[in-house]
């Protein structure tokens, strides 16, 4: 069954103070793989795609890492900002036409003042 | 900046309706979508659309579910008899091409089937 775990669930960091997040999947057949950032009752934002042949990407403050033998990603957030506070959701592209997107259910940061 | 919409933003409605819900993706985009996010879970993927027809759907997509592009901006979502386990946040999604491309979402729309 097609699964995508995060880890932590939760996490509260103080501003300026960077943080790594973990996503675990197991997928087939496996396109690529996406972050996203999702403000309380918003739809998603795209930070970060990156096919199995990519090591890491960044946008800005973050940076995407995938070992695509271990099946694992990370995104680490820089110098948190209070606008960081959010769901970051690890999603894997499946699927032959590769449409289908299976998301992690998120973990929820919160940058404290 | 282009964005995708959706209307409306909150839909009401008694258990057994028919609900249509409405999006108007990024103009130049091919490939549109529709997830579900039920209050407290994790987004789940419902179907992509190209070229006047479905290109993949997930098990949730069964035949209470349709989609449809009646002209060239608008995009449907409709379920036929509605459940009280379909109230949910409903987001529309575009994208250029596909597999390597960006998937705009929509702001969403809040189903509640009472």
């Known amino acids: 069954k097609n699964q995508v775990e995060q880890s932590p669930q939760s996490l509260i960091i103080l501003e300026g103070k960077n943080c790594t997040l973990q996503?675990?999947?197991?997928?087939?057949?496996?396109?690529?793989l996406r972050w996203y950032k999702q403000d309380t009752g918003r739809g998603p934002v795209s930070l970060t795609i990156?096919?199995?042949?990519?090591n890491t990407k960044s946008n800005g403050r973050y940076t995407a890492t995938l070992d695509a033998d271990t099946k694992q990603s990370s995104l680490h957030i820089t110098a948190s900002q209070l606008s960081d506070s959010a769901s970051y959701i690890c999603?894997?592209?499946?699927?032959?036409?590769?449409?289908?997107?299976?998301f992690g259910k998120g973990t929820t940061l919160s940058v404290s003042s | 900046e282009p964005e995708v919409t959706q209307t409306p933003s909150h839909q009401v409605t008694q258990m057994g309706q028919e609900v249509i819900l409405r999006c108007v993706p990024i103009?130049?985009?091919?490939?549109f979508y529709w997830y579900r996010q039920i209050l407290g879970q994790k987004v789940e993927f419902l179907v992509s659309?190209?070229?006047?027809?479905?290109?993949?759907k997930s098990e949730i997509f069964d035949d209470q579910f349709s989609v449809e592009r009646p002209d060239g901006s608008n995009f449907t979502l409709k379920i036929r008899s509605t459940k009280l386990e379909d109230s949910a946040m409903y987001f529309c999604?575009?994208?250029?091409?596909?597999?390597?491309?960006?998937?705009?979402f929509g702001p969403g729309t809040r189903l509640t089937v009472l």
């Open positions: 999604a575009s994208s250029e091409t596909t597999i390597y491309n960006e998937q705009f």
């Open positions: 103009s130049n985009h091919l490939y």
């Open positions: 990156m096919t199995f042949s990519e």
């Open positions: 996503c675990n999947y197991t997928v087939s057949p496996f396109s690529n």
């Open positions: 999603v894997v592209s499946v699927g032959q036409a590769g449409t289908a997107l299976i």
């Open positions: 659309f190209y070229n006047n027809e479905i290109s993949e």
